[in-house]
Nanobody, 125 residues
């Protein structure tokens, strides 16, 4: 039974910073890709960043490159998203996701992930 629990969301002024965390449990297979997604009302869920530790690879949406950093503490089974220089357009419900992907080109596809957290709200205003 896989569980993903996000935390760290909140309200922040533009140019501020937040760090999101996602604690995982129950992932029994090796080599999962861990991703961060976000969604606003009326819009599709979009991939923000992902990390595939076994490939030493990270992936970012163009809109967050240079501002967000994804990382993972395998010992703590925790995924992080450090968000700096936040903009109002970063306001969204942020989700973490996990699964074993067929290839890295799927990292931003919500349909590629079976396991999701409940989301944590980030508001920039």
């Amino acid at each position: 039974h896989v569980q993903l629990v996000e935390s760290g969301g909140g309200s922040v002024q533009p140019e501020g910073s937040l760090r999101l965390s996602c604690e995982s449990s129950g992932i029994t297979y090796r080599d999962p890709c861990m991703g961060w997604f976000r969604q606003t009302p009326g819009k599709e869920r979009e991939g923000v960043a992902a990390i595939w530790s076994s490939r030493s690879s990270t992936y970012y949406a163009d809109s967050v490159k240079g501002r967000f950093t994804v990382s993972q503490d395998n010992a703590k089974k925790t995924l992080y998203l450090q968000m700096n220089s936040l903009k109002p357009e970063d306001t969204a419900l942020y989700y973490c996701a996990a699964d074993r992907l067929l290839g890295s080109w799927f990292w931003a596809s919500p349909s590629a992930y079976r396991y999701w957290g409940q989301g944590t709200q980030v508001t920039v205003s």
